[in-house]
């Protein structure tokens, strides 16, 4: 990802994928991949809502980006929780006016194993954040500006949705539904409403860092050869929230070292 103080980098950032004057919310936007997500829709112009479960998450965040120059504000917010999520979109509205671009980031994955044996409370928590929660932020910001003045919604899905793996196999049912989710509100919400999501592979955060534990071998499962990084999915973001991708909607865009597009299996 170019760097705010790198001004050559920065106005071809700009350049390409200008959203100056446009307003995201990012969920689970104060660290990690949301974060990158965050810094490559700042970078391109966006001003910035972050959404984060916890607050010593969000103010380091917010200082960052501030520091940086990029214009953004905060909320401590239960992703699942509809009127904690309803008052960070009024929130919005009020701090920049409009809400352009939505970018459904925040997921969780409490407990890995086969599907047949994990608790079945925590795929219901699995299944209420990664495929419910996005619907609810999605219908909220699209009434409260998008249904009149236009906007693009992203969704952060997973090749786990495309295709089954082990160990996370509730995880991998709800990016499906995710995915699916993406397919049905293209087609409702077009055309005002752009609807896409980004499909990553094993990307090396440390929150991912026990998929990639043995780097090597990984990497090996990917025909490109490497892990992906967060930048590799920010810029696909940012594509698709931009101008540049106006003629899209629907698109699941697979951003994983060709593993969805090869034979083989996924670590």
């Not at 809502?49 to 998450?57: D, F, G, I, N």
Request: hydrophobic share 45%; net charge negative.
């Amino acid at each position: 990802m170019a760097s705010f103080e790198d001004d050559t980098s920065l106005m071809n950032v700009r350049d390409l994928f200008d959203l100056t004057g446009r307003v995201a919310i990012v969920t689970g936007g104060s660290r990690g991949l949301g974060q990158e997500f965050a810094e490559g829709l700042a970078e391109a112009g966006a001003s910035l809502m972050l959404c984060a479960r916890r607050e010593q998450w969000l103010a380091p965040a917010l200082d960052e980006m501030r520091g940086r120059g990029f214009r953004a504000e905060g909320r401590v917010c239960d992703v699942s929780d509809a009127a904690e999520v309803r008052a960070v979109v009024e929130a919005t509205v009020t701090a920049f006016g409009r809400i352009d671009i939505l970018v459904n980031n925040a997921g969780t994955n409490p407990s890995g194993g086969q599907i047949m044996d994990v608790d079945m409370g925590a795929i219901d928590k699995t299944w209420l954040v990664n495929q419910r929660a996005p619907l609810v932020w999605s219908r909220l910001a699209y009434h409260a500006g998008m249904k009149q003045h236009g906007g693009t919604i992203v969704n952060v899905a997973s090749v786990g949705g495309l295709r089954p793996s082990p160990i996370i196999g509730a995880y991998n049912v709800s990016k499906a539904a995710l995915i699916h989710l993406t397919h049905q509100l293209a087609f409702e919400l077009a055309p005002k409403v752009r609807v896409n999501a980004v499909a990553p592979a094993v990307v090396k955060t440390k929150l991912s860092e026990l998929l990639w534990a043995d780097e090597e071998a990984a990497a090996r499962t990917h025909p490109l050869g490497r892990l992906g990084v967060p930048e590799d999915v920010a810029a696909a973001i940012t594509f698709l929230a931009s101008d540049q991708a106006s003629w899209l909607t629907g698109v699941v865009l697979p951003v994983d070292g060709g593993v969805s597009g090869a034979s083989g299996t996924l670590a």
